[in-house]
């Protein structure tokens, strides 16, 4: 059977002055992820999801942070770029879930707008996308809220 696999993890630091960036909506919150793009951590655990179950490597091959080309880069944009590699090599999304791990602030109520700009940006069903959201009940660095993480699966089919 023409399945593949992949697994993508990421954290990004929570610090004051930058926006709350997840699956593409900004959230309102006293605090934002510090990184060299937009530091959208669900995004980029998704894209090394979809690299890895090619044996591709990971964003950071494609996207470099050295590269000032990528500064406050929109991952949606990068996404797009990760997906049209995919496809390119004759592969598509069968289906994909996540969890984002954050403390603060509750993402429930912007469950379901993540799950509208993934699904547009990759251009598949809204069914076809998971996202999860739990606290890390208080406990180490994200429970300390000092930052949030992302787990994210994808299953692509030839
Ligand atoms: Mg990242």
């Known amino acids: 059977m023409n399945i593949r696999i992949g697994n993508g993890y990421d954290i ?15 959230i309102p919150h006293s605090l934002g992820l510090l990184g060299h793009s937009d530091a959208d951590v669900l995004t980029h655990a998704i894209m090394d999801a979809m ?12 996207f470099p942070p050295s590269d000032p080309k990528w500064k406050g880069a929109d991952s949606l944009f990068l996404l797009k770029e990760v997906n049209e ?10 289906n994909m879930d996540s969890v984002i791990v ?12 993540m799950v509208s700009n993934l699904a547009n ?5 809204e069914d076809l996308i998971g996202i999860k959201a739990t606290t890390n009940e208080k406990l180490g660095p994200v429970g300390r809220e000092e930052g949030i993480a ?6 692509l089919v030839r």
């Open 51 to 62: 690299l890895g179950a090619l044996s591709l490597g990971d964003i950071g091959h494609y």
């Open 150 to 155: 992302a787990y994210a699966v994808v299953l």
């Open 12 to 26: 990004h630091r929570l610090v004051e002055g930058r926006p709350l960036i997840l699956g593409g909506v900004k």
């Open 85 to 94: 590699l995919v496809r390119g090599r004759g592969w598509q999304i069968n």
């Open 102 to 113: 954050a403390e603060r602030p509750k993402l429930k109520p912007h469950l379901q707008a």
């Open 121 to 125: 940006t990759l251009a598949i069903s």
